[in-house]
């Protein structure tokens, strides 16, 4: 992005691969590459699936445990599942209500919705 001859670069890492074979979680994230760093979680049913959910729950409690000790500086943000299953654990006992994509596609139909805007605010720039 570039606004008046300034050029705003956010790099952006994409966990998503297993980081060893035959597994079914992602590497650890280092989040001291970043002052702020924020966290979106797609959860899908994959995740949901019950052979791996427990895994995911300890990955996820983990993501929150690193950011509670970092005094919650960062971002966590997490998608539902279209098919509609049950948020993790960590997330559910945290309060944290996740964004539900099959609702905002229904809506946009019935109620003529256009665009949907996620705003991000740190303390000296706004992401879009």
């Given amino acids: 992005m570039e606004r008046d001859g ?4 956010v790099p952006v890492r ?5 980081w060893d074979v035959g597994g079914s979680l992602p590497d650890n994230i ?3 590459r970043a002052q702020c760093n924020a966290i979106i979680l797609l959860y899908d049913d994959a995740m949901a699936a019950p052979e791996v959910k427990g895994l995911w ?3 996820v409690n983990a993501i929150h445990q690193k950011m509670e000790e970092r005094g919650n500086v960062d971002l966590y943000m997490a998608f539902g599942d279209p ?10 006992n945290r309060g944290i209500q996740y964004a539900r994509r099959e609702i905002g596609r229904s809506r946009s ?13 740190f303390s000296k720039f706004v992401i879009i």
């Avoid at 300034?6 to 670069?9: F, G, L, P, S, T």
């Avoid at 994409?14 to 297993?18: D, I, K």
């Avoid at 049950?86 to 559910?92: H, S, T």
């Fill in 83 to 92: 098919a509609g299953a049950v948020p993790l654990r960590p997330d559910q």
């Fill in 6 to 9: 300034v050029a705003h670069r």
């Fill in 30 to 32: 280092d989040f001291s």
């Fill in 57 to 59: 729950e300890e990955y």
């Fill in 109 to 121: 139909v019935q109620k003529g919705w256009r665009h949907t805007y996620f705003f991000i605010q």
């Fill in 14 to 18: 994409f966990w998503s691969e297993p």
